[in-house]
């Protein structure tokens, strides 16, 4: 955490800053995580092959006091009024305890990191939700990339790249350009054949089903013709 934090006061880049991280191959925040047994946050987690850093990630940890010793609370609200479970409050309605817990970053180093990369500006509104860890962990990626499994990202209107391919410094990721016009035909293809297996397989249940409903039907009047024998040698 110090090296990003110097690093950061010295005026470097986010996405410098995560290029060094990534190519010194320290763990990140959720491999850090997993190894002391912890849960992390994001479900998708395990289908990534390689776990790298990214520059919101890098940017969270430079903005966050929890560094300094500070806890803060309040930073959501739940919002019936939105339909989401929280927005993002404006930073006077915070509630900071300092010296709350023993700091691992300098405060001066702290502010001067900061002082580098200063915030923008963010209007909160009550609509305002893509703040919510919540609504992200409900939006899985629909396309992954097949050499490291994170998400494809549009790049031009005709092509999709890794979106991990910045920052993560792997060579086939950079180099990974995929065309979107017969990406989709694939998987309209895809599509299709599992909609005619899955008609196939209907077809075949209900070709059972009418199967041993007739054989049922043909054991009831079996029975029946039993008893209408037996009942009329009776009588």
């Not at 939105?82 to 502010?111: M, S, Y």
């Not at 016009?181 to 599509?191: D, Q, S």
Request: aromatic share 6%; net charge positive; proline share 2%.
């Amino acid at each position: 955490m110090k090296m990003i934090f110097r690093m950061a006061a010295e005026g470097t880049s986010f996405a410098d800053i995560t290029r060094e991280l990534n190519r010194q191959a320290i763990a990140t925040c959720d491999e850090q995580k997993l190894s002391r047994g912890d849960q992390v946050q994001f479900q998708r987690f395990d289908t990534i092959k390689k776990k790298h850093w990214s520059p919101t990630t890098v940017a969270a940890i430079v903005r966050d006091e929890i560094y300094i010793g500070t806890r803060i609370w309040g930073k959501t609200r739940c919002s019936m009024h939105t339909g989401h479970k929280a927005v993002l409050n404006d930073e006077t309605e915070w509630v900071r305890l300092e010296n709350h817990h023993t700091a691992i970053i300098d405060r001066a180093l702290f502010e001067k990191a900061n002082e580098m990369h200063p915030k923008k500006r963010r209007i909160v509104a009550e609509s305002r939700t893509n703040f919510t860890l919540e609504r992200r962990k409900k939006q899985p990626a629909l396309l992954l990339c097949a050499n490291c499994g994170h998400s494809l990202l549009k790049e031009t209107e005709h092509l999709l790249k890794c979106s991990d391919a910045r920052t993560n410094g792997d060579p086939v990721c950079r180099s990974l350009v995929i065309r979107r016009e017969p990406l989709e035909e694939n998987i309209l293809g895809l599509v299709h054949q599992y909609a005619a297996s899955m008609l196939e397989k209907e077809k075949k249940i209900s070709s059972k089903r009418q199967c041993e409903y007739k054989e049922i039907n043909t054991a009831e009047l079996q029975k029946q013709i039993r008893q209408l024998t037996s009942e009329k040698m009776s009588g």
